[in-house]
């Protein structure tokens, strides 16, 4: 039998095209809830043994180190991106994580194409596209550019019409569906061996499992995915993280603005807080997330560090060391102290940096350990081993690796009909 080996990861070859799909900020119960509404046929079909798990995502919840988690299959002390911003050491500079100069490993997508897979990645976001499609013989295009793209950059041309559908605004819940409708046309049209698709999350951000506005995105996911089963393909749903409230009793966000609270500890400006969340699309959450990362004097680190541990909204404050131990990530590229707060507080800089004005829902928002349990679901029947720790990025192993073929399992059908 055919394997590939990457990342000291060994995997099977494909004997029917093989689909992952992150859903960006799917709490498990996104799932749960649109399948006990009836909107979801499809995903209720798969919430069962054998084909539902609960995975742990990366922390940080944020989507590009869970994204180059699951298409590396390692966490970020191997691949290196460890938050979509960063405070640069060496040029003293704070600057975004999206470029493939920071990814240190290859993807398991760009290792399948070089070993003669058809490969191919539809993002939501632009942001994402360089990081998962590097190095990567095949076509790689986002929903947000699909206009541009060309057979030089992208690997393909004419997305729009192929698709059929008009580029959606970027924050829209049309611009998940684009992904999705492009998968489809893409299996249709080019049937890929491996195929990504990574959505985003929007909706997440403004409503709760549950709700009318999730039940309808997930309504909407819950046909392409049908219509992926469909064409043969196995189809494997992770998430890059959870998502849960981040409010107060009046609906305020739960703000705690570290560096504010630095400086009087401190002094001003002796302290350098960075938040990974930071991208250009903070309309939707205010850059406010649960995880922080704090830069500062060794004097006066354990103090500092004492302090917030003992704080009423912080979940943990760990040294540099511990955290990246604990979390697997890049000590280079985290401050000297880690900080997560709890389920339903967010982490801040100062108040006046963060303009909340763009929020137009209560905030929902990521980051922390809460966020941290994502459901995998796969649509063939997979066996994982008692009391395995799955994480998010094991998703390409359990498509590959841990489900019975398609005519072991029609054999298996058979025999149990018989
Ligand atoms: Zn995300």
Redesign the pocket.
Known sequence: MKTIETNGRRYSWMTDPVVIVCV??CEYDYLERAASSGATPFIASLLKPGHAFKADAVVP????P??LSIVTGVPPAVHGICGNYFYDRETDAEVMMNDPKYLRAPTALAAFADAGAKVAVVTAKDKLRKLLGHKLKGICFSSEKAAEATLAENGIEKVVEMVGMPVPSVYSAELSEFVFAAGVKLMETRRPDLMYLST??YV?HKCAPGSEGANAFYAMMDKYLARLDAMGAVVALT???GMNAKTKADGSPDVIYLQDLLDGWIGAGRARVILPITDPYVVHHGALGSFATIYLEERERELVRTRLAGMAGIELALHNADACKRFELPPERMGDLVVISTRHVVLGTSGSRHDLSGLDAPLRS?GGISEQVVPILVNRAASVAEGRRLRNFDVLDIALNAIASRSTQAAGERARVG
Do not use: K, L
């Open positions: 960006d900020g919840t944020f989507t590009n869970n994204n985003t999350d997440q998430a890059d993280h990521h």
